[in-house]
């Protein structure tokens, strides 16, 4: 006599489509999260900043940064639009650059830096963008209060 072996039917695993749609709008919700939270601990630092700079300069579209390049000295680095050729030398340019480093001082703890960056840039249609830079070490710069 022979034994007959019967296995059980085999289950098919299947996941449900709607569970597939929840998954989707969960991996959504969490990516937009983790990015949103990346931006705010990356930008809340500079933000009195780049604010300032936005009203004082309307359309200028602010960008400032701050720390270390591969073993550099600390730097603040703002950088904004201007509607003009940037020059150095031509009062235009000066007077706005005076200004962006007086901003940075009063809404900036600028004393945890060694270098300020003020990048002008004019983005012409179909043309190359000109960029002038201005670098300051913050130890020449004059001593003011700064308001937090």
Not at 97 to 102: G, I, L, P, S
Request: charged fraction near 25%.
């Amino acid at each position: 006599m022979s034994a007959v072996v019967v296995t059980p039917p085999q289950r098919k695993r299947e996941v449900p489509g709607w569970w597939i749609v929840v998954g989707m709008f969960v991996l959504g919700a969490a990516g937009s999260v983790l990015n949103y939270t990346y931006w705010d601990l990356h930008t809340r630092p500079f933000r009195p900043l780049t604010e300032a700079i936005g009203r004082e300069f309307r359309h200028s579209l602010p960008k400032v940064e701050g720390g270390r390049n591969k073993q550099g000295p600390m730097t603040l680095r703002v950088a904004l639009r201007v509607p003009f050729k940037p020059v150095k030398g031509i009062e235009e340019t000066e007077s706005i650059v005076r200004r962006v480093v007086e901003l940075a001082r009063i809404h900036t703890d600028v004393s945890r830096y060694e270098i300020l960056e003020v990048y002008l840039i004019q983005r012409a249609p179909e043309q190359m963008a000109v960029t002038e830079t201005f670098k300051f070490p913050v130890a020449t710069l004059p001593k003011t209060t700064s308001v937090q």
